[in-house]
């Protein structure tokens, strides 16, 4: 187990690295960066939404993984230095907190490096992308951001800074 709610293959499990025979198994440190995410981001926000379940969509990802779902090749899901990601997608879910609600929570409650509102419907993001450095809180930039298509491009937009 990762973290009482998540399981190590729900993080580390992905379709595209299981239909390419991948290895998406996560070294010593990717691990610990991927426990410190599950007890600092995800038990608390299970606990602030009532104890519901949240669905993890994507959570750690080998290099050669993100490299070939086209990943940024910095991206946090690596888990490497001292960072970690995880996208929370609970639309589908029919009991558990919608992602507005999963978003509003992490920005309102959390220390975090960047969250990110996902290719939001009005105001719903599609999925919400939470990152946090492992090395020093004060580090984390509580960057608040929304992801958006342009010209067949994907983009980022600064929402706000945490005060």
């Not at 995800?42 to 602030?48: A, C, K, S, T």
């Not at 220390?111 to 492992?134: M, T």
Request: glycine share 4%.
């Amino acid at each position: 187990m990762i973290s009482k709610h998540i399981s190590y293959r729900e993080a580390t499990f992905s379709e595209t690295a299981f239909r390419l025979g991948i290895d998406n198994t996560p070294n010593e440190i990717q691990l610990e960066n991927m426990k410190f995410i599950a007890e600092t981001i995800f038990e608390p926000l299970r606990i602030l939404l009532g104890d519901r379940p949240i669905r993890i969509s994507s959570f750690f990802r080998c290099k050669k993984l993100n490299q070939i779902i086209g990943g940024s090749p910095d991206s946090q899901h690596v888990c490497l230095g001292y960072t970690a990601a995880m996208d929370l997608d609970n639309d589908n879910s029919k009991t558990g907190p919608t992602n507005k609600e999963i978003f509003m929570t992490i920005r309102n409650n959390m220390i975090f490096d960047q969250l990110i509102s996902e290719f939001a419907d009005k105001d719903n993001p599609s999925w919400v992308h939470v990152s946090i450095r492992n090395d020093d809180l004060g580090k984390n930039r509580n960057e608040i951001m929304m992801s958006y298509y342009q010209d067949n491009c994907v983009k980022y937009k600064k929402i706000c800074l945490k005060i």
